[in-house]
């Protein structure tokens, strides 16, 4: 390793203060990010830092680094760079991440962090002038992955906007009604709805599509439990209420489905088309309906708001069941489900290569902060 490289305390390279305090009645609408211990929780009309800074947790989720380009608000449960002393932002940013903060964290009920200790930690840090070049390396594949994902983002829109006017606009049946052909679909599509409507127990509803049961379309299957000591290393994702929770190496669930919040983040929705172990806080779908129907269907069906009152929040499988949806003819799922299904391969592809460009640079963050691995032989790995 180059001798420009710096040994010392945290605290030599960066300066970390805590954030200030900013209760909600006193929040206004505005332009500047408020970042709380878990990242961007609202937003107000004046900054207390300017940008570019660096925020962490100090209480609630501790270990999250958050970089923040804009002028900004940490609240009090954070801590965030006040002096960088020189050293680039976003290095720093990237450094932070390979520090262990649990390391530094109190044993109360509520773990924190004390920045005082904190700034005892002996690290060592890169030349500033490599520190840019890291940056913009490991930022060049941040960038990549946030790409996919908000391509992956407009492609959920397109689906979402598409079964919103098929099926609770009901666009096309209008455009029948009134005489006009309907608007981005074939003669052959366009002859799958009716032309007309009839009132039933959801309103108006297109004739012949009248409300039956949730039930009747599909079942929320059970989950497993399957506890993290339990689980044995594999490319099998396991799901909790608020997404994937860790790895397994055998599935529960063999084909594509829906995760479905049923203790915890209650409502949550999750599409899979890999192979998955659903465990016992959710629920996962089962039906001889595409998924990608069913999996819109139940983003209109406001899941979120259906928690019990219960000491821990949750879903009563029955009350979904009772949901009364139109019944809409398979021909015509059918033909939504050929123009979703090719936007949701792209999303699949969009995800596994956002899936591994992150895998890649956290498998390379620490190597380069380190000094471990130099920018050339990084570049080779990522072939960029």
Request: some cysteine; hydrophobic content about 40%; charged content about 25%.
């Amino acid at each position: 390793m180059s001798s420009e490289w710096r040994d010392g305390k945290l605290g030599e390279f960066i300066e970390l203060k805590r954030g200030y305090d900013l209760p909600q009645a006193k929040r206004e609408a505005g332009p500047f990010p408020l970042i709380s211990s878990s990242g961007r929780s609202d937003q107000h009309s004046s900054p207390m830092v300017r940008g570019p800074g660096v925020v962490t947790g100090r209480y609630g989720t501790i270990g999250q680094v958050f970089y923040v380009e804009e002028d900004f608000w940490p609240l009090n449960t954070t801590l965030y760079v006040r002096d960088f002393k020189g050293n680039d932002p976003r290095f720093i940013s990237y450094f932070l991440q390979t520090v262990d903060f649990l390391a530094f964290s109190d044993k109360a009920a509520v773990p924190g962090i004390n920045r005082n200790h904190l700034h005892e930690a002996k690290v060592q840090l890169a030349p500033v002038r490599e520190q840019r070049k890291i940056a913009e390396f490991l930022g060049m594949l941040d960038q990549r992955i946030t790409l996919l994902r908000e391509t992956n983002a407009t492609l959920e829109a397109i689906a979402q906007a598409l079964f919103k006017s098929w099926f609770v606009d009901f666009d096309p049946v209008r455009a029948k009604r009134d005489g006009r052909a309907p608007e981005g679909m074939d003669e052959a599509t366009a002859a799958l709805f009716p032309d007309s409507f009839e009132d039933s127990e959801l309103g108006e509803v297109p004739r012949g599509w009248l409300p039956c049961r949730l039930d009747s379309l599909l079942e929320l299957a059970y989950g497993k439990a399957l506890k993290a000591e339990s689980r044995r290393p594999g490319p099998v994702p396991v799901y909790g209420s608020g997404g994937v929770t860790g790895w397994h190496d055998t599935a529960l669930v063999a084909e594509p489905s829906i995760v479905v919040g049923r203790k915890g983040t209650v409502g949550s929705l999750y599409w899979e088309s890999r192979p998955f172990f659903p465990i016992d806080t959710v629920f996962y779908v089962r039906t001889s309906l595409p998924m990608s129907y069913c999996f819109e269907l139940l983003k209109t069906l406001g899941l979120q708001g259906m928690n019990t009152d219960a000491a821990v929040p949750g879903i009563n499988r029955e009350n979904v069941y009772r949901l009364l949806v139109p019944s809409v003819p398979d021909r015509v799922i059918a033909a939504f489900d050929a123009v979703v299904s090719s936007i949701r391969r792209r999303i699949d592809h969009n995800a596994g290569h956002a899936e591994t460009l992150a895998a890649l640079r956290d498998t390379l963050l620490p190597r380069l902060i380190s000094g471990q691995l130099r920018l050339p032989e990084a570049a080779e790995e990522a072939q960029v």
